[in-house]
């Protein structure tokens, strides 16, 4: 059984002149950890709005657990987890107040559901006299899906969870997701971090309201059209010029301390051509290695 | 039930660990019952008057130098004409006009009684009352002193005629008027920040994606801000009694509950304004700008409305306020019960009910 079901939605913004989220498909299934990938802009908030009921599509239609977000919004709100991308707690409040509220808000109470957020609630709970305000950001995001699981969802709506987040606390946010998984609850998150894309089981990659391909993170990488090498040399500005006005080259992007380049016509002599001719260019220390591409090469790819 | 005493709870903290909220629920009503309550008693100075004379006697020049002696008035000019009172009043800016009948003087020597028409200009109670009372201890001060001269039992009554509005309502009924408004004021400020304040923070986001009844965040919302509005309302009554003096001549549970019943209706407007606002900053200029100025304008108590042209007049009936101060002024000035003011309580019960049911209709279960 599907949990999520998206058919065809549309949704615009300033009276049809903002296209936000544009024909868009997609289904995640019960016990599903399921990734929306995309720039910042690109329709995700849109999407996980329409979701959870809080805006209405132009066209098309979405369901939640078999339930219409537009007809059914008030049984959907009783069973679904929701963590905006926004900080959304009460910041004047505590950590315990926090928890305790949004408890009584869903008709649980903190006891009743303590084994589901118990694992992240013990990593707060130090802190639960202090103002949900004055939490490092890391700490913010846990005591959020803390609030977001206390009433047990069958569902959870993660919206860029680990927008400005440490990279310790990114991982160990993810660990938590995998474990929560493990206990039954489809996981719809949206991230615009490519590098979280593998920790998915399925990925959407979604790029100005469209979206490009939806598959698992391997078969997307098993997709990409062309070997793809790694390249660098002193200096790295003007090889990513050269390399662009190359003949033999398709493709180049700039990936940090490399360059990711593919070639046209690509044969074994390929490599020595490429570095013989950067040579004439004046350019040293050149290194060239085969590489497998990662989400980022995918989603650049699909982009153009 | 649990859910909403967690609600009301958490209003609670909101209001007690925002200094500022509590500075302004609590402060701004003393500042404003103290501001209004001596700035609206303060003693009027150079008051244009004009004396028209009959008599032109001894007696009626004497008093006419004590006028001319005294700062309170300014004597602009003396009149030939009745006729001239009238114009005075109505283009020179003249406060009070003071007539000496005929033979005044004589009148006192062998009737051992005289006249004298003081009339003022009701328009403006306050200092109307001010200069009436300032008039007389300056005729009293010169009986004085004739009996002190002559040892016999003259005696002057001044006979006081206010045009324009001869009830001279709103004396020192200004305290009730300043309840409503502060009431009022805080009430609506206080509430209309309240709901916007969670769509601007992003919580509403999460309390509509949950089972929560729209009814219920908007009752929730309502009944801290009630409970502490009633606290302010005793803060209030205190001030006004010790402080201003103001007399509670009425049943003061009545009064109580008129004033519990205004402070809903204040709740109603402030939700209706959250409601239908996008930020704290629009939904505060509202409250401020929107409230104030119709409040003080049409409540009765600054500016009477028998005075105000029809259109204005009609106006008025919507300001919540208006009904409150004529039910305060009768329970506490008149001592009247509920079967004096019982339309006007209905008046304000139909807005309540009204209000709340457009801040209902209002609530947006979605975010657009």
Redesign the interface.
Same mark, same amino acid.
């Given at each position: 059984m599907n949990m999520v079901e998206v058919v065809d939605v549309v949704k615009t913004y300033n009276k049809g002149s903002l296209t936000a989220v544009d024909q868009v498909n997609f289904s995640v299934k019960k016990g599903e950890l399921f990734g929306l990938i995309g720039p910042d802009g690109a329709g995700k908030t849109t999407i996980f709005r329409i979701l959870t009921t809080l805006l209405l599509p132009n066209q098309g239609s979405a369901s939640v657990a078999g339930l219409d977000v537009v007809k059914d919004y008030k049984q959907i709100r009783k069973m679904v987890g929701y963590m905006p991308g926004k900080f959304s707690l009460y910041q004047d409040l505590t950590v315990e107040e926090n928890l305790n509220f949004f408890a009584s808000v869903f008709n649980t109470s903190i006891a009743e559901n303590y084994d589901l957020i118990k694992d992240i609630y013990v990593q707060i709970e130090p802190f639960k006299d202090r103002r949900a305000g004055k939490l490092s950001g890391g700490m913010k995001q846990k005591l959020a899906l803390c609030c977001a699981l206390i009433h047990k969802p069958e569902i959870l709506f993660l919206d860029e969870p680990t927008t400005g987040v440490d990279v310790v606390s990114r991982k160990e946010f993810w660990d938590m997701l995998g474990r929560l998984k493990d206990q039954g609850i489809t996981i719809l998150v949206s991230t615009p971090y490519m590098d979280e894309a593998t920790l998915c089981e399925r990925i959407a990659l979604i790029q100005n309201g469209k979206i490009m391909s939806v598959e698992t993170p391997d078969e997307i990488i098993k997709q990409y059209p062309d070997p793809l090498f790694a390249i660098k040399a002193s200096n790295m500005g003007k090889l990513l010029i050269d390399l662009r006005n190359n003949p033999y080259i398709k493709t180049c992007n700039a990936f940090g301390e490399f360059h990711h380049i593919t070639f046209n016509n690509l044969s074994d002599s390929s490599m020595e051509i490429l570095v013989k001719s950067l040579e004439n260019q004046n350019h040293k220390e050149i290194e060239i290695n085969p590489i497998t591409p990662n989400i980022e090469d995918c989603f650049i790819n699909l982009m153009n | 039930m649990?859910?909403f005493l =967690? +609600?009301v709870r958490?209003e609670f903290?909101?209001v007690f /660990?925002?200094r500022k909220t509590l500075l302004m629920l609590f402060g701004l009503p003393i500042v404003q019952i103290v501001l209004f309550g001596f700035a609206l008693t303060n003693e009027v100075k150079n008051a244009k008057i004009v004396i028209f004379d009959y008599a032109k006697d001894i007696a009626s020049q004497e008093i006419t130098q004590k006028f001319e002696a005294n700062q309170n008035f300014q004597l602009t000019k003396s009149l030939m004409n009745a006729k001239q009172i009238e114009s005075a009043f109505k283009k020179e800016n003249v406060k009070l006009a003071i007539v000496f009948p005929a033979n005044f003087y004589e009148d006192l020597l062998h009737l051992h009684k005289a006249q004298i028409q003081i009339i003022a200009d009701g328009s403006d109670p306050n200092t109307a009352s001010t200069l009436q009372n300032y008039a007389n201890a300056i005729i009293m001060d010169y009986q004085m002193d004739l009996l002190q001269n002559q040892k016999l039992p003259y005696s002057i009554n001044t006979e006081l005629r206010m045009l324009y509005n001869p009830e001279l309502k709103g004396a020192t009924t200004f305290v009730p008027g300043i309840m409503a408004l502060v009431l009022m004021l805080i009430c609506v400020l206080m509430t209309a920040v309240s709901i916007v304040r969670e769509k601007e923070?992003?919580?509403m *986001?999460? &309390? &509509?994606? =949950?089972? +929560?009844n729209p009814f219920l965040v908007i009752v929730s919302k309502a009944l801290p801000y009630f409970l502490l509005s009633m606290v302010n309302l005793t803060v209030i009554l205190v001030m006004a009694t010790t402080l201003l003096d103001m007399p509670i001549h009425g049943s003061l549970l009545l009064l109580v509950a008129e004033s519990a019943l205004l402070i809903i209706c204040a709740l109603s407007v402030g939700l209706l304004i959250s409601n239908i606002t996008k930020s704290q900053q629009a939904a505060m200029l509202i409250s401020m700008m929107g409230m104030m100025l119709p409040i003080i304008l049409f409540t009765g108590f600054m500016f009477p409305l028998e005075n105000m042209p029809k259109p204005l007049q009609l106006f008025s009936n919507i300001v919540p306020s208006k009904w409150y101060y004529i039910i305060a002024k009768s329970i506490m000035l008149k001592g009247l019960g509920i079967a004096a003011i019982w339309k006007e309580t209905l008046v304000l019960i139909g807005m309540t009910v009204l209000l709340l049911f457009l801040s209902l209709k209002k609530f947006k279960? /979605? &975010? *657009?």
């Open positions: - | 649990k859910q =967690s +609600f958490k903290y909101h /660990r925002d923070m992003g919580t *986001e999460i &309390l &509509l994606v =949950s089972p +929560f279960t /979605r &975010l *657009e």
